[in-house]
């Protein structure tokens, strides 16, 4: 059974950043992605970043290119998500997901990632300000 923690979160002022550590146990990075969800208050969960455990491209949505970036440990027990230059917007609480499709495969029809996940954390808030 797949165990997912979510940690580092808080609150930054204008042009700060956040690392969110996401400490994993009971998967196989053999065959699956991670990647990291936002859900800020009143509004649906949306994908921010993934990566497949096969290497090449990560994902990462329009609203966090360039300031947001996913990557693993060596061990790949851990996943992280450095964020940077966090205005307002980027407010909401951060959840650590699994599962076993490439992150290419769960892309919706608009090209976001989908929500569907075989296995979640129970999320950390971050919260920037302007």
């Known amino acids: 059974q797949v165990h997912l923690v979510e940690s580092g979160g808080g609150s930054v002022q204008a042009g700060g950043s956040l690392r969110l550590s996401c400490a994993v146990s009971?998967?196989?990075?053999?065959?699956?992605?991670m990647g990291w969800f936002r859900q800020a208050p009143g509004k649906e969960r949306e994908g921010v970043a993934a990566?497949?455990?096969?290497?090449?491209?990560?994902y990462y949505s329009d609203s966090v290119k360039g300031r947001f970036t996913i990557s693993q440990d060596n061990g790949k027990s851990t996943l992280y998500l450095q964020m940077n230059y966090l205005p307002p917007e980027d407010t909401g609480a951060y959840y650590c997901?699994?599962?076993?499709?490439?992150?290419?495969?769960?892309?919706?029809?608009?090209?976001?990632?989908?929500?569907?996940?075989?296995?979640w954390g129970k999320g950390t808030q971050g919260t920037g300000s302007s």
């Open positions: 990566i497949w455990s096969g290497g090449g491209r990560p």
């Open positions: 009971g998967y196989s990075y053999g065959s699956g992605s």
């Open positions: 997901a699994a599962d076993t499709r490439p992150w290419w495969a769960m892309r919706t029809g608009h090209g976001t990632l989908g929500a569907a996940c075989g296995s």
